[in-house]
């Protein structure tokens, strides 16, 4: 009987780490890339959206910026979308949490995608250095 429930926690455990590893994403990290990121055309801004937690990785909601699917939110990833400044609302198809920004020629936001319990998954505004920080050991992904 013992034995049986060892066994049981034993595969218990295993699938959980399945599920969290399947959820994250593979590839070269943003450091690891072999060619640079593509330049930003003139008359753009920047926005990188990113995940560095595998939390909940089973719940990968579409990212959204205003109003569009720009990528989902994917565990241990980045992609970015170049856009003409302007202002800007980033939300998530998880929750009614935004965040708003204005964005300018030449200008790059960081927008961190983040877990909290009760499977909220929402975005965030992140400061230049620590998300240049922050996505450097990520894996670079195609957005929508």
Known sequence: MHGDRMTVRTIA??????????????????????????????????VFFYRTGIIGGAYQPDVMLNGAVVGSATPRAVYLKDVPPGSYTVTTSMTNDK???VLSEGQQQYVRISYKFGFNIYPELVDGPTGEKEVRDLSFVAGK
Do not use: D, Y
């Open 99 to 101: 965040v708003n920004f």
């Open 13 to 46: 455990a295993a699938l959980l780490l399945a599920t969290l590893v399947s959820g994250c994403a593979t590839g070269p990290s943003m450091s690891e890339l072999k060619t640079p990121l593509p330049a930003l055309e003139q008359g753009k801004g920047r």
